[in-house]
């Protein structure tokens, strides 16, 4: 399987800040023909104004009819050759002290926008035996995060929807990856004490998207030496992990309270 991204239509969801909009950046170097959705229309508008021939749709990807809007939007250039399922949120705290409509509207846009674009593309992808998905998780869904228990969920959700996906899909001509970078430098670890934690730029897993429509495999994790972490953890008694995790403060260096994780929960809240 290989995707030629030169001339390509491609969707960006979550495109309008960090491994979103590195990625639209990426993709339009490729010579791919670009449509960025963002719930945060104005920063999609900024990207999609600073690049050629790239569009821009404010999109809430829990909203299946917003999601179809998006494509449709792109089906104006062609058929959907990549869609990338970037957009995420991360709640962080203690499970209990976090609002119940909030928790749930983690899991409805990291799990659900995955739900929805996937099944909102694939019927058409699988007509032509043609397409690459990237689902971006996150190494959370291979591990266990204290202080941000739905989105350590959600992550886990999307790495087995699209591990299950996968398997009904194989031999079709369409691929699925899932990237599971650790922290990436952007405004959602902007605050975190994760001093000893491999932190990517936005652009390395920007490239590695663009690596993933040549090769199509399976799982990418960031950085690749993280990849057995997941098996690691499965393997301890769940008392061991717990208790390594308190002597390395792992809650309260994800879950910090500081002027900057307030800044970003509140920009959260408005998604």
Request: neutral net charge; hydrophobic residues 45%; glycine residues 10%.
């Amino acid at each position: 399987m290989s995707i030629n991204l030169n001339g390509a239509v491609a969707c960006v969801t979550g495109g309008g800040r960090g491994i979103g909009e590195a990625t639209v950046r990426a993709l339009v170097d490729q010579g791919a023909r670009v449509v960025v959705g963002d719930i945060d229309e104005k920063a999609a508008e900024a990207v999609a104004a600073s690049l050629s021939g790239v569009r821009a749709v404010k999109l809430d990807v829990a909203d299946p009819e917003s999601f179809e809007n998006f494509l449709n939007v792109a089906r104006e250039l062609g058929p959907v050759d990549l869609l990338v399922n970037n957009a995420g949120i991360m709640r962080t705290g203690k499970f209990v002290d976090i609002d119940l409509a909030a928790l749930h509207r983690e899991m409805a846009i990291n799990t659900g926008g995955v739900i929805n674009g996937m099944r909102l593309v694939l019927p058409d992808m699988l007509q032509r035996s043609h397409g690459h998905i990237v689902n971006v998780s996150s190494m959370a869904g291979k591990m266990t995060c204290a202080g941000a228990s739905v989105y350590t969920a959600s992550k886990f959700a999307v790495a087995g929807l699209s591990r299950s996906v996968r398997a009904e899909i194989v031999g079709s001509g369409v691929s699925i990856t899932t990237i599971m970078p650790s922290a990436v430098d952007t405004d959602l670890t902007a605050g975190m004490n994760i001093r000893g934690i491999p932190k990517a730029k936005p652009s390395e897993i920007a490239a590695e998207v663009i690596a993933s429509c040549k090769h199509g495999q399976p799982e990418v994790t960031m950085p690749k030496w993280l990849y057995p972490v997941g098996t690691i953890e499965q393997a301890l008694p769940e008392r061991v992990g717990n208790w390594i995790k308190r002597i390395a403060g792992a809650q309260e260096r994800i879950a910090p309270d500081n002027e900057k994780t307030r800044e970003y929960q509140a920009r959260v809240s408005r998604s």
